[in-house]
Nanobody
Framework: QVHVVESGGGLVQAGDSLRLSCEGS????????MGWFRQAPGKEREFVAG????????YYADPVKGRFNITRDNAKNAAYLQMDSLKPEDTAVYFC?????????????????????WGQGTQVTVSS
């Protein structure tokens, strides 16, 4: 299992940007894809974005397409979520999750049950 830590959350105004970071321990971090999920108060956790182990393939939830960008740097055991044009409805705790192996296809990225390691989350609050 990979130890995962998120950072970069905070309080911003609508229209601002934030960059979340996800750092994983060990070489196993680079064995598989990873994803970002979020959970707003009173709501279920939902998929935000995913990226393959190579970084060549990415997936996004419709509400964030065109505003969020997911990348990874395997040399640093890290992944990032650049969030632009933030909206109040983006307010949530954001979680990073990691696969233990390489999976191919969106169904393995937007399904939280397919992930093996999770971080504790970082709070993002967007004021109107």
């Amino acid at each position: 299992q990979v130890h995962v830590v998120e950072s970069g959350g905070g309080l911003v105004q609508a229209g601002d940007s934030l960059r979340l970071s996800c750092e994983g321990s060990g070489r196993a971090f680079n064995n598989g894809g990873m994803g970002w999920f979020r959970q707003a108060p009173g709501k279920e956790r939902e998929f935000v974005a995913g990226i393959s182990w190579s970084g060549y393939t990415t997936y996004y939830a419709d509400p964030v397409k065109g505003r969020f960008n997911i990348t990874r740097d395997n040399a640093k055991n890290a992944a990032y979520l650049q969030m632009d044009s933030l909206k109040p409805e983006d307010t949530a705790v954001y979680f990073c999750a990691v696969h233990s192996r390489a999976w191919y296809g969106r169904q393995f990225y937007d399904d939280e049950s397919k992930y093996d390691s999770w971080g504790q989350g970082t709070q993002v609050t967007v004021s109107s």
